[in-house]
């Protein structure tokens, strides 16, 4: 597991329900994945937590046995850093 905080998108065929359910059941499995968001209608699952980008999306393919497209990457290391220093000069 990586010590920096990631947030993805990345593009698979959700066509149905059960497959929005075997997408959901996956990533709460998953104890790397923070949260996540499933948008049925756009195709589109983000995920956000402390991981390996490549490494989510490869169990992601494995597990639900479809095509996954990363559709963007961001890194929040930097951000958080800044919130945590941000609260410990208030406290």
Request: hydrophobic share 40%; glycine share 2%; with cysteine.
């Amino acid at each position: 597991m990586s010590g920096q905080v990631h947030c993805m998108a990345m593009r698979l065929n959700l066509d149905c329900n059960a497959c929005c359910r075997k997408m959901r059941r996956i990533l709460l499995r998953m104890k790397e994945i923070e949260s996540h968001l499933i948008e049925k209608q756009q195709n589109r699952v983000t995920v956000f937590g402390r991981f390996t980008p490549a490494d989510v999306a490869i169990k992601i393919r494995k597990k639900m046995k479809r095509r996954v497209e990363i559709l963007e990457i961001q890194e929040l290391i930097e951000h958080v850093e800044e919130i945590k220093n941000n609260f410990r000069v208030i406290t």
